[in-house]
């Protein structure tokens, strides 16, 4: 008896070339989100690197596809979960000789699903952390300014109070006026950064 080919066995069941359709897709998805993986691990060394910008916008780009991704991925789970359950009147029942193809179908459909889930996730959490880290660098750069200003504010006071040269201001007779108002300024500008020290600012 001779048998007929593969092709032609597909040809004959119309719901088994239905099924290998969204089957073989599946394995495509399955190829390219496996390779994903590697990048994405790459780009989160990146973001360590001088590079981290991109890096960030290439994760956003990711994060995104994968959003998408996850709509479809989840219709396609939801969609072979019922035919599997209840079937389907077009192409048949999962309880045939289709059977095995049905539940390949439907775990390629569940990975998916659970792959893009975890890449998305992933890439929430690099991208969360790199801002997270950007913001302490930032508040680190920011508590550094502000110990700056602090500090250097009233010294800039007294320079200005100092400086409006008033023929009458009492300061301008001492002799030694100009070195008091510089040990003044030396001591404020040592008790703030001692002050500082004292709450653990620096």
């Known amino acids: 008896m001779i048998q007929a080919a593969p092709g032609e066995m597909l040809l004959q069941s119309p719901n088994i070339l ?15 989100l496996l390779g994903t993986e590697e990048k994405i691990g790459d780009l989160e060394d990146a973001l360590l690197d001088s590079n981290s910008d991109e890096a ?13 991704l996850l709509r479809i991925f989840d219709y396609h789970a939801r969609m072979t ?12 029942t999962a309880d045939g000789d289709s059977c095995y193809l049905w539940r390949d179908l439907y775990d390629r459909c569940e990975r998916l699903l659970s792959l893009c889930t975890l ?5 929430g959490d690099f991208i969360d952390g790199y801002i997270s880290l950007s913001s302490h660098q930032l508040n680190n750069t920011m508590k550094i300014l502000t110990i700056i200003t602090a500090i250097f504010v009233p010294i800039t006071f ?15 007779g001492t002799a030694y006026g100009y070195f008091t108002v510089l040990g003044v300024m030396a001591i404020i500008a040592t008790a703030m950064v001692i002050l500082f020290r004292k709450i653990r600012w620096l």
Do not use: Q, W
């Open 18 to 32: 239905a099924l290998h359709l969204p089957h073989y897709a599946a394995g495509r998805y399955l190829e390219t």
């Open 56 to 68: 960030l916008k290439e994760l956003v780009a990711y994060r995104s596809r994968l959003r998408k």
């Open 81 to 92: 979960e019922t035919i599997v359950n209840d079937g389907c009147p077009h192409l048949g």
């Open 119 to 123: 890449y998305y996730e992933l890439c």
């Open 158 to 172: 007294i320079a200005g109070l100092y400086g409006m040269n008033f023929a009458n201001m009492p300061e301008l």
